[in-house]
């Protein structure tokens, strides 16, 4: 393949405990690139991972055919994708090819979209895996850092994190549901309790104030979530073992990873962060599964590759 306009987007952490459907924080720990290129006709899907090949089914495909069709650009494009972030893990893998994908868009041509704009095309690639339209990975994998989405009208807030703010993710090795996001999201209660909406807002806004003050401690002591986690835990095994065992092994907050089954303990470059890893590894492995942990600290949103090259 010749070259094209190639953009990197990062996976992601959605929801941070409290922040369902509105926090999401990127992280360095996997990348997607999607590469556009012009072609002849019709829209073209190859990639080195297993995602839908065919455009309608696929994150970045609807992207480019949405944002095709609002800015009436004629001709084909062939979409390379290059997928790292694994799918279906709870890391905000759609995004981050919703997100490279709108971003090469943008670039390839010459559209000059604001970053509330890319937010809003690449949530369109999100409910080809989710059923609805949620924003929290998308804005987090397109303006990078802590991001915090209001909708109607669509609104996103950034904050940077902490500098010293670390996560430990363990990704267990089970098969996962086909559109896994919409089935962990039919878990959910359709009605709450008045009291756990308070306790889940007053986390909310003291995590809020934790990235405001850089402070990583207050960031992992507002992970609690007595609404969203207690509904999905059972789709992960050992779940309570894995948040116990991190806890004791000093991490400072502990919940399921988006919409799950990975697993993350927030905590501080100071902690122990093997340990916390091994700890949470062996909570796996109290419910016979293995799983594979990564360590990771918030990274910067979308972005051109300066060179464009070959993919996959
Ligand atoms: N907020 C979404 C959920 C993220 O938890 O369902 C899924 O990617």
């Not at 992601?12 to 720990?29: Q, R, T, Y």
């Not at 704009?117 to 989710?130: D, R």
């Not at 994998?141 to 500098?163: C, Q, W, Y």
């Amino acid at each position: 393949m010749t070259s094209g306009t190639t953009a990197r987007a990062p996976a992601s952490i959605a929801n941070l405990g409290p922040g369902f459907d509105v926090f999401g924080l990127a992280v360095n720990a996997f990348y997607d690139e999607v590469t556009l290129k012009k072609t002849k006709g019709g829209i073209t899907i190859i990639s080195d991972g297993s995602v839908p090949s065919s455009p309608r089914d696929n994150t970045a495909g609807i992207v480019v055919s949405n944002m095709k069709r609002r800015f009436k650009i004629g001709g084909g494009i062939e979409i390379a994708i290059r997928k790292r972030v694994p799918p279906g893990f709870g890391m905000g893998s759609s995004a981050a090819s919703a997100a490279a994908a709108a971003v090469a868009f943008d670039r390839l041509f010459r559209l000059g979209l604001d970053p509330a704009e890319l937010v809003e095309f690449a949530g369109t690639g999100e409910k080809a895996s989710a059923g609805a339209i949620h924003y929290d990975n998308v804005a987090a994998a397109v303006l990078g850092g802590f991001a915090m989405v209001r909708t109607d009208p669509l609104d996103v807030i950034m904050i940077e994190p902490p500098a010293d703010l670390r996560m430990c993710i363990a990704i267990p090795k089970i098969d996962i549901p086909k559109k896994k996001t919409r089935v962990s999201r039919g878990l959910l209660p359709k009605q709450v309790r008045f009291s756990d909406h308070i306790v889940n807002l007053s986390n909310a806004s003291a995590m809020v104030a934790g990235f405001e003050e850089k402070d990583s401690d207050l960031i992992g002591s507002a992970i609690q979530d007595v609404i969203v986690e207690p509904a999905r835990m059972r789709m992960i095994p050992g779940f309570s073992k894995i948040k116990d065992n991190a806890l004791k092994a000093g991490a400072a907050g502990v919940t399921i990873c988006g919409a799950g089954p990975s697993v993350v303990a927030f905590s501080k470059k100071s902690a122990d962060l093997e340990k916390i890893s091994t700890a949470m590894a062996k909570g796996f492995a109290s419910a016979k599964t293995k799983c594979m942990t990564v360590v990771c600290k918030p990274t910067k949103g979308a972005g051109i590759r300066n060179k464009a090259k070959a993919m996959p």
